[in-house]
């Protein structure tokens, strides 16, 4: 139905590899650093220890039918990767915040969050006011927020996901299932849960 163009989404993540065969064909706008505070596509933006944040990116916006690499699922789209995970994949409260922030002050239309912490109960009970706060302000502005619900096959959707504001998305598999693993391994669900994608056999480079 469309591939994306004309959408700006904030990957709020660990930073982006920019130094693959297949790259991001429709540009790269603002990116920002809210660990060091830095500006402008530098390391760790550039080689991006952990990566995460470069296969949530080329899953949405990577380079397609170009006989290179893989396929992204709205490659007409244009990326602001906002580094917000440190390179063993963990992060702060402020650090997010300011992550948000900055993809709102700098026009972002979809703000990408796939990460989260796990809960154990629902909202408002799960929530985290700095982070709360930053939400509200970007959904005000008009961004639509979605996270991911969680993998640790829990009976609530981890946060930020949980937030009204936010959009939660789980996974399923190949046969349309709830992906699960067992052992603790698997989307997370709970009233909270929005919809589900395709989340299993996902090809993407990362490094």
Do not use: K
């Not at 505070?37 to 990577?62: C, D, M």
């Amino acid at each position: 139905l469309t591939d994306g163009a004309g959408v700006i989404v904030a990957v709020l993540d660990s930073g982006v590899n920019f130094e693959g065969l297949d790259g991001i064909c429709s540009g790269i706008v603002t990116p920002y650093d809210a660990i060091n505070l830095t500006e402008g596509i530098a390391p760790p933006n550039t080689t991006a220890p952990f990566g995460h944040g470069t296969h949530v990116s080329g899953t949405i916006a990577q380079c397609t039918n170009n006989d290179t690499g893989v396929a992204g699922i709205a490659p007409g789209a244009t990326l602001m990767p906002v580094r917000v995970l440190s390179d063993d994949g963990t992060g702060t409260s402020s650090e997010l915040a300011r992550g948000i922030d900055w993809a709102v002050d700098h026009g972002a239309d979809i703000i990408n969050l796939s990460l989260g912490a796990n809960c154990e109960s629902t909202w408002s009970a799960c929530n985290d006011p700095v982070v709360d706060a930053a939400i509200a302000r970007a959904s005000a502005a008009g961004a639509l927020l979605v996270a991911s619900s969680g993998n640790s096959e829990r009976p609530y959707v981890s946060y930020p996901s949980t937030n009204p504001d936010v959009v939660s998305v789980g996974a399923v598999d190949a046969s349309d299932n709830l992906w699960t693993e067992g052992g603790g391994v698997g989307s997370n669900q709970g009233s909270s849960l929005y919809l589900v994608a395709p989340g299993t056999g996902i090809i993407q480079e990362t490094t």
